[in-house]
Protein backbone atom coordinates (compact mmCIF):
# COMPACT_ATOMS: atom_id res chain seq x y z
CA UNK A 1 0.00 0.00 0.00
CA UNK A 2 1.35 3.46 -1.04
CA UNK A 3 -0.01 6.03 1.08
CA UNK A 4 0.45 9.93 0.54
CA UNK A 5 0.06 13.18 2.26
CA UNK A 6 -0.25 16.35 0.54
CA UNK A 7 -0.22 20.18 1.58
CA UNK A 8 -1.67 23.10 -0.24
CA UNK A 9 -1.64 26.92 0.09
CA UNK A 10 -3.66 29.49 -1.80
CA UNK A 11 -4.37 33.16 -1.53
CA UNK A 12 -6.07 35.79 -3.28
CA UNK A 13 -7.03 39.45 -2.74
CA UNK A 14 -10.58 40.66 -2.05
CA UNK A 15 -12.30 43.31 -4.23
CA UNK A 16 -15.62 44.82 -5.26
CA UNK A 17 -17.67 43.77 -7.62
CA UNK A 18 -17.18 39.96 -7.79
CA UNK A 19 -18.94 36.98 -6.10
CA UNK A 20 -16.92 35.21 -3.27
CA UNK A 21 -16.97 31.62 -3.91
CA UNK A 22 -15.49 29.42 -1.03
CA UNK A 23 -15.47 25.39 -0.54
CA UNK A 24 -17.55 25.81 -4.26
CA UNK A 25 -20.25 27.77 -2.73
CA UNK A 26 -21.44 31.59 -3.05
CA UNK A 27 -21.23 33.35 0.18
CA UNK A 28 -22.84 36.60 0.36
CA UNK A 29 -20.38 39.48 0.91
CA UNK A 30 -19.54 42.82 0.17
CA UNK A 31 -16.41 41.86 -1.48
CA UNK A 32 -15.38 38.59 -3.34
CA UNK A 33 -12.06 37.00 -4.76
CA UNK A 34 -9.76 38.61 -7.30
CA UNK A 35 -8.37 35.74 -10.10
CA UNK A 36 -7.90 34.29 -13.29
CA UNK A 37 -10.90 31.76 -12.09
CA UNK A 38 -13.47 32.15 -9.43
CA UNK A 39 -10.79 32.46 -7.79
CA UNK A 40 -12.19 29.77 -4.87
CA UNK A 41 -8.76 29.87 -2.37
CA UNK A 42 -10.01 26.45 -0.25
CA UNK A 43 -10.58 24.64 -3.50
CA UNK A 44 -6.91 25.54 -5.03
CA UNK A 45 -5.31 24.60 -1.98
CA UNK A 46 -6.90 21.24 -2.18
CA UNK A 47 -6.08 20.75 -5.49
CA UNK A 48 -2.77 21.76 -5.10
CA UNK A 49 -2.35 19.34 -2.30
CA UNK A 50 -4.01 16.38 -3.83
CA UNK A 51 -1.43 17.08 -6.85
CA UNK A 52 1.55 17.22 -4.67
CA UNK A 53 0.46 14.10 -2.84
CA UNK A 54 0.89 12.20 -6.16
CA UNK A 55 3.89 14.20 -7.36
CA UNK A 56 2.14 16.00 -10.23
CA UNK A 57 3.20 19.35 -9.56
CA UNK A 58 0.82 22.31 -8.69
CA UNK A 59 -2.17 23.47 -9.75
CA UNK A 60 -1.00 26.43 -11.78
CA UNK A 61 1.19 23.97 -14.16
CA UNK A 62 -2.45 21.98 -15.17
CA UNK A 63 -4.63 24.75 -15.28
CA UNK A 64 -2.46 28.00 -16.18
CA UNK A 65 -3.75 31.38 -15.57
CA UNK A 66 -2.30 32.57 -18.41
CA UNK A 67 -4.79 30.38 -20.45
CA UNK A 68 -8.05 31.48 -21.54
CA UNK A 69 -9.39 28.05 -21.04
CA UNK A 70 -9.04 28.96 -17.51
CA UNK A 71 -10.79 32.62 -17.39
CA UNK A 72 -13.93 32.68 -14.91
CA UNK A 73 -14.19 28.82 -14.46
CA UNK A 74 -15.73 27.51 -11.33
CA UNK A 75 -13.46 25.91 -9.65
CA UNK A 76 -15.12 22.61 -8.90
CA UNK A 77 -14.64 21.57 -12.85
CA UNK A 78 -10.63 21.93 -11.81
CA UNK A 79 -10.95 19.79 -8.27
CA UNK A 80 -13.26 17.12 -10.63
CA UNK A 81 -10.30 17.70 -13.15
CA UNK A 82 -7.61 16.84 -10.50
CA UNK A 83 -9.50 13.97 -8.78
CA UNK A 84 -9.61 12.62 -12.29
CA UNK A 85 -5.80 13.28 -12.24
CA UNK A 86 -4.78 11.33 -9.27
CA UNK A 87 -7.33 8.72 -10.11
CA UNK A 88 -4.72 8.26 -13.75
CA UNK A 89 -2.20 7.01 -11.71
CA UNK A 90 -3.94 4.45 -9.63
CA UNK A 91 -4.59 7.21 -6.44
CA UNK A 92 -8.16 7.18 -3.95
CA UNK A 93 -8.95 10.46 -2.07
CA UNK A 94 -8.89 9.15 1.66
CA UNK A 95 -9.67 12.61 3.21
CA UNK A 96 -8.77 16.45 3.70
CA UNK A 97 -8.04 18.59 6.80
CA UNK A 98 -8.80 22.45 5.51
CA UNK A 99 -8.37 25.73 6.96
CA UNK A 100 -9.74 29.05 5.95
CA UNK A 101 -8.52 32.16 7.12
CA UNK A 102 -10.34 34.98 6.82
CA UNK A 103 -11.70 38.05 9.28
CA UNK A 104 -14.88 38.12 7.11
CA UNK A 105 -17.74 36.92 6.46
CA UNK A 106 -18.19 34.78 9.30
CA UNK A 107 -17.85 31.42 7.50
CA UNK A 108 -18.82 28.48 10.36
CA UNK A 109 -22.49 28.35 8.80
CA UNK A 110 -21.27 27.91 5.40
CA UNK A 111 -19.14 24.99 6.38
CA UNK A 112 -21.62 21.99 6.37
CA UNK A 113 -22.69 23.39 2.74
CA UNK A 114 -18.78 23.74 1.54
CA UNK A 115 -18.59 19.70 3.06
CA UNK A 116 -21.44 18.09 1.23
CA UNK A 117 -20.32 20.28 -2.57
CA UNK A 118 -16.62 19.20 -2.17
CA UNK A 119 -17.84 15.27 -1.19
CA UNK A 120 -20.17 15.66 -4.38
CA UNK A 121 -17.69 16.55 -6.42
CA UNK A 122 -14.75 14.37 -4.95
CA UNK A 123 -17.91 11.56 -4.86
CA UNK A 124 -16.34 10.94 -1.35
CA UNK A 125 -18.53 11.07 1.86
CA UNK A 126 -18.70 14.81 3.64
CA UNK A 127 -17.29 12.99 6.52
CA UNK A 128 -13.63 12.47 4.88
CA UNK A 129 -13.40 16.42 4.31
CA UNK A 130 -13.02 18.47 6.88
CA UNK A 131 -12.87 22.61 7.08
CA UNK A 132 -12.26 25.07 9.75
CA UNK A 133 -12.10 28.52 9.58
CA UNK A 134 -9.95 30.97 11.48
CA UNK A 135 -9.10 35.11 11.65
CA UNK A 136 -5.63 35.78 11.59
CA UNK A 137 -5.95 38.38 14.89
CA UNK A 138 -6.27 41.34 12.56
CA UNK A 139 -2.82 40.76 11.96
CA UNK A 140 -1.10 41.19 8.01
CA UNK A 141 -3.13 40.92 4.62
CA UNK A 142 -6.14 38.62 5.99
CA UNK A 143 -6.40 40.33 9.44
CA UNK A 144 -6.98 43.93 7.45
CA UNK A 145 -9.78 42.18 5.16
CA UNK A 146 -7.29 42.85 2.17
CA UNK A 147 -7.74 38.80 1.01
CA UNK A 148 -8.49 35.39 1.76
CA UNK A 149 -5.85 32.45 2.61
CA UNK A 150 -6.70 28.98 2.92
CA UNK A 151 -4.83 25.54 3.83
CA UNK A 152 -4.89 22.07 3.24
CA UNK A 153 -4.05 18.83 4.11
CA UNK A 154 -4.52 15.47 2.31
CA UNK A 155 -4.23 12.03 2.07
CA UNK A 156 -4.57 9.86 -0.48
CA UNK A 157 -4.16 6.21 -1.31
CA UNK A 158 -3.25 3.67 -3.55
CA UNK A 159 -3.44 0.03 -2.91
Known amino acids: MDIRVGFGYDVHALCKGRK ?31 LGAANLRDIGYHFPDTSAAFEGIDSKILLKKTME ?8 FSNADCTICAEAPKLNPHIPNMQQCLAEVMN ?9 ATTTEQLGFVGKKEGIAAYATVLIIKD
Open 124 to 132: CDAERISIK
Open 20 to 50: LWLGGINIEHSEGLLGHSDADVLIHALCDAL
Open 85 to 92: LIAQKGYR
